[in-house]
T-cell receptor
């Protein structure tokens, strides 16, 4: 089942902070975050694994609440380059039997 | 190192035709996954190949098929095209080792298919 992302869209001024949420109704093994700019490939940002392990870019922070099956991506002191669509993808098991299931995305616009 | 390469980048087909899309993964990556991206449904998993074998499959009709070659390059084929097949088709590669739910996907730029 597709994870639910919120908000659907957000407009910020440069330097402001944003939080993007991803929620699943199923028990998750991992949550992935990707950013896609218009006309480009999605780019990896972060993986959060059940049990607390995280892999990702230094300037990106995120959390994974295993009890609630919710993840949040924190974008602080936003820059113009942060604009794009953010997707969370979820895996139900480590074996990846069903690939990643992605949310519909959060559109982020950063204005100068 | 070179990224994931998808060809062709753009193509236009008519209903009833078939199409073949190609994906060359990052060197050393043995797993290739395919995703369909549409404005309404977002990114949807089609299938994954690892060492020339289909390892996982999403919920798409049998008109969608794929294969992987010994050099890890992958192709996907869509037969009897429908208008609703218009989409951006993305492939992604990973090493395929260990827990796949923990592997980073490296995406290609996609093949944009328009069905008229």
């Amino acid at each position: 089942q597709q994870p639910v992302q919120s908000p659907q869209a957000v407009i910020l001024r440069e330097g402001e902070d944003a939080v993007i949420n991803c929620s699943s109704s199923k028990a998750l093994y991992s949550v992935h975050w990707y950013r896609q700019k218009h006309g480009e490939a999605p780019v990896f940002l972060m993986i959060l694994l059940k049990g607390g392990e995280q892999k990702g870019h230094e300037k990106i922070s995120a959390s994974f609440n295993e009890k609630k099956q919710q993840s949040s991506l924190y974008l602080t002191a936003s820059q113009l380059s942060y604009s794009g669509t953010y997707f969370c993808g979820t895996a139900l098991s480590g074996g990846g039997a069903d690939g990643l299931t992605f949310g519909k995305g959060t559109h982020l616009i950063i204005q100068p | 190192k070179a990224g994931v390469t998808q060809t062709p980048r753009y193509l236009i087909k008519t209903r009833g035709q078939q199409v073949t899309l190609s994906c060359s993964p990052i060197s050393g990556h043995r797993s290739v996954s395919w995703y369909q991206q549409t404005p309404g449904q977002g990114l949807q998993f089609l299938f994954e190949y690892f060492s020339e074998t289909q390892r996982n499959k999403g919920n798409f009709p049998g008109r969608f098929s794929g294969r992987q070659f010994s050099n890890s390059r992958s192709e996907m084929n869509v037969s009897t095209l429908e208008l609703g097949d218009s989409a951006l088709y993305l492939c992604a590669s990973t090493t395929g080792q260990g827990n796949s739910g923990a592997n980073v996907l490296t995406f290609g730029a996609g093949s944009r298919l328009t069905v008229l």
